[in-house]
Nanobody, 121 residues
């Protein structure tokens, strides 16, 4: 089995910073793409940032220059450093990892449980 555990959400004032973490554990042979998504109330889930196994990063236009995604392959962990936070960044943030479990010959997307980020004064 594969488990993803997120941490780091919370309440922060506009202009503040938060760092999200998502750690994978279990029967994992390989991880390719790691990403962060978010879903605000009444809106569809959207991609925030992603990083490939080779370190190529992609960001939503709304977060470019403010958010940074990184990964630690040894720890099977992906991070999202969020700076200069705005009220419109308020959402539940989910990690999604492309994981190939032991015994499988393909990758599947696994979701974290979600962590609430609220930006408010």
């Amino acid at each position: 089995q594969v488990q993803l555990v997120e941490s780091g959400g919370g309440l922060v004032q506009p202009g503040g910073s938060l760092r999200l973490s998502c750690a994978a554990s279990g029967s994992i042979f390989s991880i390719n793409v790691m990403g962060w998504y978010r879903q605000a109330p009444g809106k569809q889930r959207e991609l925030v940032a992603a990083i490939s196994s080779g370190g190529v990063r992609n960001y939503a236009d709304s977060v470019k220059g403010r958010f940074t995604i990184s990964r630690d392959n040894a720890k099977k962990t992906v991070y999202l450093q969020m700076n200069s936070l705005k009220p419109e960044d308020t959402a539940v943030y989910y990690c999604n990892l492309g994981i190939q479990p032991y015994g499988s010959n393909s990758y599947s997307g696994y979701w974290g449980q979600g962590t609430q980020v609220t930006v408010s004064s």
